[in-house]
């Protein structure tokens, strides 16, 4: 079992849709969450990050941990064609350099 | 700013060739980092160079070599390629090792025959 899952999709939503995003993972130690988005033939680009359990939010997106669970999700609110493209999870431990991602997640948004 | 450049952009090689990927980063950033991503993979990290003058090995080290030239320049190195080496390579750079903030290049393309 990979340490970090993430469902590949592709996940195919109408235009103005919330979007949901998820990652399990099974390290107890994962401190620090991220969100990247890569858009086709392009390299990662951070979208968020949050350290231990909570909540964050910035403009359409949230990013939402729940340690208990070991469970992270993100939230894209009024989904538009241009978020169309694949959303990673990554995460470290507090003593380590060496991030786990997620196999990540290919989101279409149609009009 | 250019951010993180690479080259070259697509590589096609034999098994058995060496050949060497340079990355280079124009936001002063002292951490730099080279990563493969493969289908059903995700992304995982081949070395890092917290500092120019070091550099540490990630998740997937085992037939690679790296050079921290300077702080702007990091290269990846296949001594012999294989075919399991066929990959996309990302480089990413950030300000420090434990910033969460990768800026991530644009990739090579590499096959192996």
């Known amino acids: 079992q990979k340490e970090v899952e993430q469902d590949p999709g592709p996940l195919s939503v109408p235009e103005g849709a919330i979007v949901s995003l998820n990652c399990t993972y099974s390290?107890?130690?994962?401190?620090?969450f991220m969100w990247y988005r890569q858009y086709s033939r392009k390299g990662p680009e951070l979208l968020m990050y949050?350290?231990?359990?909570g909540n964050k939010e910035d403009g359409r997106f949230t990013a939402q941990v729940d340690k208990s669970s070991k469970y992270i999700s993100l939230f894209i609110r009024d989904s538009q064609p241009s978020d169309s493209a694949t959303y990673l999870c990554a995460m470290f431990s507090g003593g380590s350099y060496i991030p786990t991602f997620g196999r990540g997640t290919s989101l279409i948004v149609h009009p | 700013n250019a951010g993180v450049t690479q080259t070259p952009k697509f590589q096609v090689l034999k098994t058995g060739q060496s050949m060497t990927l340079q990355c280079a980063q124009d936001m002063n950033h002292n951490s730099m980092y080279w990563y493969r991503q493969d289908p059903g993979m995700g992304l995982r990290l081949i070395y890092y160079?917290?500092?120019?003058?070091?550099?540490d090995k990630g998740e997937v080290p085992n037939g690679y070599n790296v050079s921290r030239l300077n702080k702007r320049e990091f290269s990846l190195r296949l001594e012999s390629a294989a075919p399991s080496q066929t990959s996309v390579y990302f480089c990413?750079?950030?300000?420090?090792?434990?910033?969460?903030?990768?800026?991530f290049g644009p990739g090579t393309r590499l096959t192996v025959t």
């Open positions: 949050t350290y231990s359990s």
């Open positions: 390290n107890s130690a994962f401190q620090y």
């Open positions: 990413a750079s950030s300000e420090h090792v434990r910033d969460f903030e990768q800026y």
């Open positions: 160079s917290a500092s120019e003058g070091t550099t």
